[in-house]
């Protein structure tokens, strides 16, 4: 009988990604492909008006280790936009080799047996689960993608996914997969039903993302694919890497409350008329102290995501608006979000021009690539000289 393991749901949930709530407010209706993310900015922080692109950067960066902020944060203007330093997944080397069969109880209390890995599907709102299989050495076995998994590794395999984020059954059975693995943050469930009931092990995982549940989300990956041993590798590595990464943001920030950067996250889809603030227990509050800022909206006592209003913007007085980058680009960049939202302008952010723009899937994907997220963001906030790639061929 093979040995079941119960994978761990995390001991906090305070900073739940709103990755299904996100979904309720028509990503998938404003997105059918994968965003681009966005090569910034000079010493001033200049980008693209409606967010900069970090496709076609190349080169080299120095590590966030050695880059020192120039300018107090308060002083800078103009808007970044946030590039990772890398966007391709390093994968564990060599390759482990699952031991098969394996059973775990998932996110949902289900037993479910893995007999083979041959043919992975790993599926969610944010690429992150894709992202950790590759990370685990597993990226060869994996036969199609979500939207969300942009990655260069993954670029060239079918997509599983229609109108944005929506499951399709034929475009699944026709790539035969072995095992999926997948949380309730991408849908529709009967579909994931179907594939259970044609013989397809289906292990949900939780769709919560947090920094703390980085090592979590990748050891129950692992399980799962029946390479816990690599999985507690990759953990290892990944929390050494964030822990390494906060020390770098700790002397990048302001050690004085006073003197650091206020934060508000504004989730916006112009198209459809979409303009919410993320607070406290909504995962941006999370992201924002790890960065050494304030989260301003959980200052004014907004919990998970309200409706933007006027009074709450100018209430907060952020220094730095955080948007995803096809938010901005829906609105028509900086001076269309001036326009369309006013009470902006009335804010240090809005009279600066500050605004800070990543990735759809990138900003809020906390997993394997949590260290690239918080070093992209640390210097667009504190350094944004540094955000954009240089070219080894400058002199």
Same mark, same amino acid.
């Given at each position: 009988?093979?040995?079941?393991?119960?994978?761990?749901?995390?001991?906090?949930?305070?900073?739940?990604?709103?990755?299904?709530? %996100?979904?309720?407010?028509?990503?998938?209706?404003?997105?059918?492909?994968?965003?681009?993310?966005?090569?910034? +900015?000079?010493?001033?922080?200049?980008?693209?008006?409606?967010?900069?692109?970090?496709?076609?950067?190349?080169?080299?960066?120095?590590?966030?280790?050695? =880059?020192?902020?120039?300018?107090?944060?308060?002083?800078?203007?103009?808007?970044?936009?946030?590039?990772?330093?890398?966007?391709?997944?390093?994968?564990?080397?060599?390759?482990?080799?699952?031991?098969?069969?394996?059973?775990? %109880?998932?996110?949902?209390?289900?037993?479910?047996? =893995?007999?083979?890995?041959?043919?992975?599907?790993?599926?969610?709102?944010?690429?992150?689960?894709?992202?950790?299989?590759?990370?685990?050495?597993?990226?060869?076995?994996?036969?199609?993608?979500?939207?969300?998994?942009?990655?260069?590794?993954?670029?060239?395999?079918?997509? =599983?996914?229609?109108?944005?984020?929506?499951?399709?059954?034929?475009?699944?059975?026709?790539? +035969?997969?072995?095992?999926?693995?997948?949380?309730?943050?991408?849908?529709?469930?009967? %579909?994931?039903?179907?594939?259970?009931?044609?013989?397809?092990?289906?292990?949900?995982?939780?769709?919560?993302?947090?920094?703390?549940?980085?090592?979590?989300?990748?050891?129950?990956?692992?399980?799962?694919?029946?390479?816990? +041993?690599?999985?507690?590798?990759?953990?290892?590595?990944?929390?050494?890497?964030?822990?390494?990464?906060?020390? +770098?943001?700790?002397?990048?920030?302001?050690?004085?409350?006073?003197?650091? %950067?206020r934060v508000m996250f504004l989730y916006v889809r112009g198209s459809a008329g979409v303009y919410y603030i993320f607070g406290a227990e909504s995962g941006a509050d999370a992201l924002i102290t790890?960065?050494?800022?304030?989260?301003?909206?959980?200052?004014?006592?907004?919990?998970?995501?309200? $409706?933007?209003?006027?009074?709450?913007?100018?209430?907060?007085?952020?220094?730095?608006?955080?948007?995803?980058?096809?938010?901005?680009?829906?609105?028509?960049?900086?001076?269309?979000?001036?326009?369309?939202? $006013?009470?902006?302008?009335?804010?240090?952010?809005?009279?600066?021009?500050?605004?800070?723009?990543?990735?759809?899937?990138?900003?809020?994907?906390?997993?394997?690539?949590?260290?690239?997220?918080?070093?992209?963001?640390?210097?667009?906030?504190?350094?944004?000289?540094?955000?954009?790639?240089?070219?080894?061929?400058?002199?």
């Amino acid at each position: 009988m093979p040995f079941v393991r119960r994978l761990e749901k995390p001991a906090r949930s305070r900073m739940l990604l709103p990755v299904v709530l %996100v979904t309720t407010l028509l990503l998938c209706a404003c997105s059918t492909g994968q965003p681009s993310d966005g090569a910034s +900015s000079s010493g001033s922080a200049s980008a693209s008006a409606a967010g900069g692109s970090c496709a076609d950067a190349s080169g080299t960066q120095l590590p966030l280790s050695e =880059v020192r902020a120039s300018t107090p944060p308060k002083q800078l203007t103009g808007p970044t936009t946030a590039c990772l330093p890398s966007e391709t997944i390093t994968a564990l080397s060599p390759a482990p080799v699952p031991e098969l069969p394996t059973t775990v %109880v998932d996110n949902q209390g289900t037993s479910v047996t =893995v007999t083979d890995a041959s043919r992975i599907l790993a599926l969610d709102m944010s690429g992150t689960l894709a992202a950790t299989v590759f990370a685990l050495g597993l990226g060869g076995n994996v036969v199609g993608r979500d939207i969300s998994t942009g990655f260069a590794e993954a670029a060239d395999l079918p997509v =599983v996914t229609q109108g944005g984020h929506t499951l399709s059954a034929e475009a699944i059975l026709a790539l +035969s997969p072995t095992v999926i693995v997948t949380d309730s943050s991408i849908g529709p469930w009967d %579909v994931l039903l179907q594939m259970r009931g044609a013989g397809i092990p289906v292990v949900v995982l939780t769709p919560e993302r947090s920094i703390d549940n980085a090592g979590s989300i990748v050891q129950g990956v692992a399980d799962a694919l029946g390479v816990s +041993s690599a999985g507690a590798t990759v953990t290892a590595e990944v929390e050494a890497r964030i822990a390494a990464t906060e020390t +770098s943001i700790a002397a990048l920030a302001p050690a004085d409350r006073a003197a650091r %950067v206020r934060v508000m996250f504004l989730y916006v889809r112009g198209s459809a008329g979409v303009y919410y603030i993320f607070g406290a227990e909504s995962g941006a509050d999370a992201l924002i102290t790890s960065l050494g800022a304030i989260d301003v909206a959980s200052e004014i006592g907004i919990t998970d995501m309200r $409706p933007m209003t006027a009074e709450a913007i100018v209430a907060a007085k952020p220094d730095v608006i955080l948007m995803m980058t096809k938010g901005l680009e829906s609105v028509g960049g900086i001076e269309g979000l001036l326009e369309k939202v $006013p009470s902006i302008a009335l804010t240090p952010a809005g009279e600066k021009r500050r605004i800070v723009d990543m990735s759809d899937y990138d900003v809020l994907s906390f997993g394997t690539r949590t260290p690239e997220v918080l070093d992209a963001l640390a210097r667009a906030l504190y350094a944004p000289e540094a955000a954009a790639r240089t070219s080894a061929a400058t002199p």
